[in-house]
């Protein structure tokens, strides 16, 4: 049975009672996504998942998104993502960002691997929105409900604009279809 140990009051959980075997188990998937909705980010340890276990899980959760054109992807699936980092090399992802939300239709939620983790640094941080958001007055959102708002990557990975990104979509808060939320599932 899958069990989440809240991390923080913001955000955060840690889930336990995964296996490989579970991904496509309809119970453990619909345990899964409410604990995604109640803590927005949910980690799994000592859960070994490979490329192929990794698709699955993103398939069960809903449609895979397509993948950003300007990484390098698994050998064994076209829908895994490598993310690598060598010596004195810097991530491009050193801004703070929700992956692919400058598409028409944002994905569910993203899915991390971590596979090398350096001794120290490394560090991966989120945010609650929706907990900033609340924590507004109510004046204050009434004001930000009359503004539109531009997901653009802007200089964040501007090599993907070459090669086909979408570069940008714009929608009014509170419109139908307007999604400004993504969940994340590290495993490590």
Not at 45 to 73: F, I, M, N
Not at 94 to 120: C, G, N
């Amino acid at each position: 049975m899958l069990s989440a140990e809240r991390l923080t009051p913001a955000l955060g959980a840690e889930l336990s009672g995964v296996s490989a075997a579970a991904i496509t188990d309809e119970q453990f998937v619909d345990s899964l996504y409410d604990a995604l909705i109640a803590h927005q980010v949910v980690f799994l340890h000592e859960t070994d998942l490979g490329p192929a276990d990794l698709v699955a899980l993103g398939r069960s959760l809903g449609e895979l998104g397509a993948r950003q054109h300007s990484y390098v992807t698994h050998v064994e699936s076209s829908d895994v993502v490598v993310l690598t980092w060598q010596g004195d090399d810097k991530p491009d992802a050193a801004e703070w960002h929700s992956d692919m939300t400058y598409r028409e239709q944002p994905p569910f939620a993203s899915i991390l691997k971590a596979v090398e983790v350096p001794p120290v640094g490394g560090d991966t941080l989120w945010a609650s929105m929706h907990a900033v958001y609340e924590s507004l007055s109510d004046g204050l959102k009434s004001e930000l409900a009359e503004l539109e708002v531009v997901h653009d990557m802007g200089a964040f990975r501007t090599g993907a604009y070459a090669q086909g990104a979408t570069p940008a979509s714009s929608r009014r808060w509170g419109q139908p279809g307007w999604q400004c939320t993504l969940w994340w599932l590290i495993i490590r």
